[in-house]
């Protein structure tokens, strides 16, 4: 009798104990959880993504304990060179043969509008932190791409509203000659109309160019209280630096619809003071986002972006979801993900919605005067903290399918 | 008498004189191009890269060693045009008695060599150079508003064209030159040292890029791809001018800038398009150029 008793008791245990060793092993696909890093390793978005974007990743894996469900994790890295014929090749190798869980990153826009339907069909993650057009969760959403840093919508939005608002009414644009800056141009024009501004005009130039003062001469010409610059990157640098050789800059202000920390390190304080723009991380905001950033510029030696602060909290939601969900399938981990609120340096509250975007608070920054300046990399000062909700496009405008429209 | 075209005359004005700024550079750049391709008949694809190189010369100098812009301007041509003899001694002279392509190849795999060595070394987003403190500041011209480093550049490199010119059209020197270029062999036979003639000839048409390049760190960025962009304009305007021509490419650069810059104002989307259909219907029109001999 006793010994029946024991038998059945050790029975039921061990059937007990059963779905939770399963989980501890069975149930991460392959044995091991694979980030795929996608990005730019040496072409113009190196250096606010690139590197830095693949030391964030490790760090997330380090502070997470290096393993997963008893399972470990693993980094690969790759460079797309932004384009997306190289970028559509690279993430079909990873998902076919190199059993990549998830693909992060992304920069340029085209490349990561090609990957995240490719990652939708073999059933990952996609996890874009660089690529940056609002088209992501918007018509071209799937349910497996989850859209962390920023977007051209939060940040044409903030910064054009903002400014109308304060005052500046009327406007010209310096834009780029492509689909993302007229997106931009178009996110950015809308708002300030909707705050009670005007566009005067504005010029297109080819992208890349090398010289814009002919078209800072115009948006001179043209009287306008604002020339929104909506190029990125290495034309945009030149263009602020023409700016000021021109002295535009003192006359007329300059709004900067994308511009990234290593931007402004760049080009320097003298060129870049007074400017005013949208960015959703700043390492000297408060005590975690110092902590976090010290120990970054420790091992990459410059401070991050918001691309690559966002690439650790990402990563590190991720990790966390496939631990809570108990597997590495892309579905549940998605689902576990947008149920699961963003707590950490990088966002508080910030809420992952239904289209994929991840709402958080965005930053209205404004460079600082050289003599402000106390130490290497205090660029910028908070102008205003623009809630979440206020920053991204409103699900009731939203043209993604799995928006539910009541 | 400008209304019809939607610009005022102070605005027409202001764009033709931003043209002949950019004007300068291309005359410059293609100058030493035009130099090279004349004597060595190597069309030197380093080019970009050598413009790049004169370019961070000047930013080390500053950065590291506290060596002021005005210097530079004589240190970086000199390190660039060492730099360039030095490739032509180990790996042009090679090329020479071999088709026009291999040299292309050379020059061009070199250029991407030397761009991504400055990449990994600098990354890309690039340095900066503040302008010298003599030519900050600006004068009012009444139809526009000048930087006076502006100012500067253009008369630099209309000297500097100006003094190539009379060097190799109006000097004895010159003369070997011209002559080398038409009979190397007959020249030899004169008694002149022909391949120490070339060696100096490409030492100095590198020397003319970082001389570009120097006076472009001021004005655009200082990142490892500056040359490469600029590159491909230079020789549609060495192409359009007529290979070889050393006046053909000093006019066709400053024209060329002018037409560039009134394309801005007129149909921007179409500004990096127009020297390349320029160079189409004047290659239909005279297939050497607008200064070339037909050979």
Not at chain 1, 17 to 31: L, R, V
Not at chain 1, 162 to 191: C, N, R, V
Not at chain 1, 227 to 249: C, M, P, R, V
Not at chain 2, 151 to 175: D, M, Y
Request: aromatic fraction near 10%; glycine fraction near 10%; include cysteine.
């Amino acid at each position: 009798m006793l010994s029946k008793k024991v038998l059945a008791a050790t029975v039921c245990g061990a059937f007990a104990a059963a779905p939770a060793a399963f989980a501890q092993t069975g149930k991460i696909s392959d044995g091991v959880v694979k980030i795929g890093v996608m990005t730019d390793l040496s072409g113009i978005y190196s250096d606010l993504a690139g590197p830095g974007s693949v030391l964030a990743a490790k760090m997330a894996v380090e502070d997470f304990g290096g393993k997963v469900l008893g399972a470990p994790i693993e980094v690969v890295t790759g460079d797309s060179q932004n384009k997306p014929d190289i970028a559509s090749s690279m993430a079909r190798r990873w998902l076919d043969q190199e059993k990549v869980d998830v693909i992060a990153d992304i920069p340029g826009s085209a490349a990561a509008l090609a990957v995240v339907k490719i990652v939708k069909d073999k059933n990952r993650v996609a996890l874009v932190s660089s690529g940056g057009t609002s088209r992501l969760t918007n018509e071209d959403c799937t349910d497996r791409t989850i859209h962390w840093a920023y977007d051209t919508y939060a940040l044409a939005n903030g910064t054009a509203r903002t400014l109308t608002q304060e005052g500046a009414k009327s406007w010209f644009f310096i834009t780029p000659d492509y689909a993302f800056g007229h997106s931009m141009e178009k996110d950015a024009s809308d708002a300030i109309k909707a705050a009670g501004g005007k566009v005067l005009g504005s010029v297109r130039h080819p992208f890349p160019g090398s010289d814009f003062s002919s078209y800072l001469l115009q948006a001179q010409a043209s009287g306008a209280q604002v020339i929104g610059l909506n190029n990125a990157g290495t034309d945009l640098t030149t263009t602020i630096k023409q700016a000021a050789e021109f002295g535009i800059s003192q006359k007329q202000r300059l709004a900067l619809m994308i511009i990234m920390l290593t931007d402004i390190h760049s080009m320097g304080l003298k060129a870049t003071q007074g400017m005013v723009y949208t960015d959703a991380f700043y390492w000297d905001l408060n005590d975690e986002t110092r902590a976090w950033s010290k120990r970054f510029f420790e091992r990459h030696k410059r401070m991050p972006t918001m691309i690559q602060a966002g690439m650790y909290s990402g990563v590190m939601h991720y990790l966390k979801a496939i631990k809570a969900a108990g597997t590495d399938e892309a579905g549940a981990v998605v689902t576990k993900m947008k149920a699961t609120p963003v707590n950490d340096f990088f966002a508080k509250n910030g809420k992952i919605r239904q289209d994929g975007r991840m709402v958080h608070d965005m930053y209205l920054m404004q460079v600082k005067k050289p003599e402000e300046s106390k130490q290497p990399w205090d660029y910028l000062k908070l102008l205003k903290v623009i809630p979440g909700e206020q920053a991204y496009l409103p699900l009731s405008k939203s043209l993604c399918p799995l928006v539910k429209k009541k | 008498m400008f209304e019809w075209l939607g610009i005022t005359p102070q605005g027409l004005y202001g764009q033709l004189l931003v043209g002949l700024i950019n004007g300068s550079f291309y005359a410059t750049l293609s100058l030493g191009l035009a130099v090279i391709f004349g004597l060595l008949n190597i069309v030197n694809f380093t080019h970009g890269a050598q413009y790049m190189m004169g370019a961070f010369v000047a930013w080390m100098g500053l950065t590291y060693f506290g060596i002021n812009y005005w210097w530079s301007l004589i240190l970086a041509p000199l390190v660039v045009g060492v730099v360039g003899i030095i490739l032509e001694l180990t790996l042009l002279r090679r090329l020479y008695q071999m088709d026009h392509l291999y040299g292309l190849l050379l020059t061009f795999g070199l250029a991407l060599i030397i761009e991504g060595g400055f990449r990994q070394a600098f990354g890309i987003s690039g340095e900066r150079y503040e302008i010298p403190e003599a030519l900050t500041g600006a004068t009012n011209l009444g139809f526009m508003y000048l930087p006076n480093y502006r100012a500067w550049v253009i008369a630099a490199s209309l000297v500097v064209c100006f003094l190539a010119w009379f060097v190799i059209e109006r000097t004895k020197l010159g003369a070997y030159l011209r002559a080398g270029t038409e009979n190397p062999k007959l020249l030899q036979a004169f008694g002149v040292n022909v391949p120490v003639l070339v060696t100096l000839t490409y030492g100095f048409g590198a020397a003319l890029a970082g001389f570009a390049g120097v006076l472009a760190a001021p004005i655009f960025q200082v990142n490892p791809v500056m040359g490469s962009n600029l590159l491909i304009v230079v020789f549609a305007v060495v192409v359009i001018g007529g290979l070889g021509s050393i006046m053909g490419s000093i006019l066709t650069g400053l024209g060329l800038g002018l037409i560039e810059g009134l394309t801005k104002v007129f149909y921007p989307e179409g500004s990096s398009v127009v020297i390349f259909v320029i160079m189409a219907i004047i290659l239909l029109i005279r297939p050497a150029g607008l200064f070339g001999k037909e050979k």
